[in-house]
């Protein structure tokens, strides 16, 4: 029912900033939670950063602590990941989807099976 669209990709060097959005259509927009995912060539898709929707409160994967930060505007319905120090292996497609669905609710919000609602993705590219 909800479509998320990211936007903000775009080529970086390292060492560079970047931004990148999810906008959140439909009627009301009140998910558990909101994370962004990131799929590199090659690799798995993994979970960067989370938040919960009604606290605000944040997660991230050791590997983007310190360099990224996810926040939320209730009123726009978007959710925004800023990253700074961008590494070459920063490299990759990112994701934001949300859980919103009762059956999500109470599933391990690490785990790609609490989020059902999904992102198209949006390029970011780190050069050196």
């Known amino acids: 029912q909800v479509q998320l669209v990211e936007s903000g990709g775009g080529l970086v060097q390292a060492g560079g900033s970047l931004s990148v959005s999810c906008a959140a259509s439909g009627r009301t927009f009140s998910p558990r939670r909101v994370g962004w995912f990131r799929q590199a060539p090659g690799k798995e898709r993994e979970l960067v950063a989370r938040?919960?929707?009604?606290?605000?409160?944040?997660h991230y994967a050791d590997s983007v602590k310190g360099r990224f930060t996810i926040s939320r505007d209730n009123a726009k319905r978007t959710v925004h990941l800023q990253m700074n120090s961008l590494k070459t292996e920063d490299t990759a497609v990112y994701y934001c989807?949300?859980?919103?669905?009762?059956?999500?609710?109470?599933?391990?919000?690490?785990?790609?099976?609490?989020?059902?609602?999904w992102g198209q993705g949006t390029q970011v590219t780190v050069s050196s």
């Open positions: 938040i919960v929707w009604s606290s605000g409160r944040t």
């Open positions: 989807a949300a859980g919103i669905l009762q059956r999500t609710w109470y599933i391990d919000p690490g785990r790609e099976q609490a989020y059902d609602s």
